[in-house]
Nanobody, 126 residues
């Protein structure tokens, strides 16, 4: 059974950094794609970053390229999202997601991922 738990959210000022963690169980990174998504109040869910075996490099939304980095540690069964140069528009609930298919991570399409964590809140003030 897949279980995902996000931590690391918080409140920071614009320009600051946060590192989100997604502790996993029931997931093997060699077979699962892992993604980060976010949702701001009143807005649709947005794909942020995805990582999976077979990809040449991780996938990022244009809005976070050069600022966010997704990575994974197989020994710790944990996926990370390092967020630098944060902007107020990065505010939202951040979710970790996983699936055996790479489609959701490649397209950053949440509907293609089956397993989700409960989310962690990120608030960036001006």
């Amino acid at each position: 059974q897949v279980h995902l738990v996000e931590t690391g959210g918080g409140s920071v000022q614009a320009g600051g950094s946060l590192r989100l963690s997604c502790a996993t169980s029931g997931v093997t990174f060699s077979t699962y794609c892992m993604g980060w998504f976010r949702q701001a109040p009143g807005k649709e869910r947005e794909g942020v970053a995805g990582i999976y075996d077979g990809a040449g490099s991780p996938v990022y939304a244009d809005s976070v390229k050069g600022r966010f980095t997704i990575s994974r540690d197989s020994a710790k069964n944990t996926v990370y999202l390092q967020m630098n140069s944060l902007k107020p528009e990065d505010t939202g609930m951040y979710y970790c997601a996983a699936d055996l298919s790479w489609l959701g991570c490649y397209h950053l399409s949440g509907e293609d991922l089956s397993h989700w964590g409960q989310g962690t809140q990120v608030t960036v003030s001006p």
